[in-house]
């Protein structure tokens, strides 16, 4: 599933072919993902207009046009990927923006679990993204508010930090990696992290999400080419997706259990 590191590479790698572009054509293959696709209000919204720039908040991407925000979520399994205009959809590319420059950006969601929307005012109102806790490399995403949403709190922190009213855009795979950065087990209640723990794993989360991007950044060549693959399906882990194989920082085979329906991976002796 596309985490917050993915979508960021994604608005990075499509931003540059999207910016000052104009929009030829909408093409929607698909009458509903997770919601309905608006496509009669975007082909008169869009069409002929111009993208100012592309967003993200949490893990929505929020196209600036002419005459309002498109606003794009992949869900589980979407990818949006710059082609030539002519090139043939595949399977699943379920919407195309085409632009002036003979470039189509697509949208290809296997699962349909995505979201394409539309809203004419300041996105930052609308409902899906009024409520959405701070960023993770805002400054006031940091140990207090972290220490002040969990304190009270008998879930895992694992589950806490997967909670977006309290972190945006942490989802398993950098859960799993920041608490074996930050030494700390993830079925532990929240109320038992003192505020030092918190400075750790808020500097754990910021660093992982961080250092994944750049790694996930490395090839955004691939965006524009049809059958390169996104840079993120090279990362290297930490934990995720290592049962049994030796911790990085002390050698102990790693742990796997299924917590809250997320495979959990973590280090017995290096994560109290
Ligand atoms: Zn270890």
Known sequence: MPELPEVEVTRRGIEEHLKNKTI???ISRQKTLRWPIPTTLLKKKLVGSKVHKICRRGKYLLLK??????????GMSGTL????EKTRPEKHDHFEIWLN????????????FGAILWE????KYHPLIKSIAPEPFCNSFNKNWLFDNINKRNASIKSLIMNSSIVAG???IYANESLHKAGIHPFLPGKMLSRDRCHMLVKAIKITLKSAIKHGGSSLQDYVNIDGLPGYFQQKYLVYNRKGMPCKKCN???SKQIHLQRATYFCEKCQI
């Not at 420059?101 to 349909?112: A, E, G, V, W």
């Not at 004419?120 to 996105?123: F, H, I, Q, R, Y």
């Open 81 to 84: 990927r710059i082609v030539p």
């Open 24 to 26: 030829t054509k909408i």
């Open 65 to 74: 046009c002419e005459n309002g925000w498109l606003i794009v979520h992949l």
């Open 120 to 123: 004419s005012e300041d996105p």
């Open 101 to 112: 420059s003979k470039f189509t950006l697509k949208f290809n969601d296997p699962r349909r």
């Open 252 to 254: 102990r085979k790693i």
């Open 170 to 172: 942490v989802g398993n």
